[in-house]
């Protein structure tokens, strides 16, 4: 088990009033170990995983549990290596400030849309300097 999010406190209107809504989001490793079985299979060892990691939490989703969505993400969140965030500073130095083309997207920060939206604001004041100065 990565984390779970409670997605009804995220976002209030995506749930009819006294329900909830979990996200459990599961390790790479224990995700593509199972990616091409059925939805039901998934579902029970997604309620081990969650029961391993907390179990009370489980235990009030066993009681409430009125439906599952299985979404398979090929590719999700960022997953660096140790040592990935030095790479990762290297290669943005290596960028060109001036270059009519620049980089953004939350692959150059954290998998957080804060942090795409960040890259983007730079990349477009970049420009906005370059241009500028022409
Ligand atoms: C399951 C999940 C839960 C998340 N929860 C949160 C959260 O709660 N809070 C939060 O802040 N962030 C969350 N994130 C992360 C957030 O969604 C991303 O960090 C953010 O969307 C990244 O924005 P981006 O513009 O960099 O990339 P993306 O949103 O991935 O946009 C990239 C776009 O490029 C397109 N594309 C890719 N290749 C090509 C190509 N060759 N040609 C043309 N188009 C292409 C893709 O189709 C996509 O539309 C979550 C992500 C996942 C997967």
Same mark, same amino acid.
């Given at each position: 088990m990565n984390y779970v999010s409670f997605d =009804?406190? *995220? #976002?209030?209107?995506c749930t009819p009033t006294g329900k909830g809504l979990l996200s459990l989001?599961?390790?790479? $490793?224990?995700s593509r170990q199972r990616l091409d079985l059925?939805? $039901?299979t998934i579902t029970t060892d997604a309620l081990v995983a969650l029961r391993t +990691?907390? !179990? #009370?939490? +489980?235990? =009030?989703?066993? +009681?409430?549990?009125?439906?599952?969505? *299985?979404? /398979?993400? %090929? %590719?999700a969140v960022l997953n660096r290596p140790p040592g990935g965030y030095k790479a990762l500073a290297a290669f943005a130095q290596s960028l060109? !400030?001036?270059s009519p083309i620049q980089l953004a997207g939350d692959y150059l920060s954290l998998t957080l849309t804060n942090a795409a939206l960040a890259t983007g604001e730079r990349a477009a004041e /970049? *420009?906005?300097?370059?241009l500028a100065s022409v």
């Open positions: =009804h406190r *995220i #976002s209030p209107d989001h599961l390790h790479p $490793t224990w059925d939805d $039901t +990691a907390l !179990p #009370s939490l +489980a235990d =009030h989703v066993d +009681a409430h549990r009125e439906m599952t969505f *299985i979404h /398979r993400w %090929q %590719q060109d !400030p001036h /970049r *420009i906005h300097t370059n």
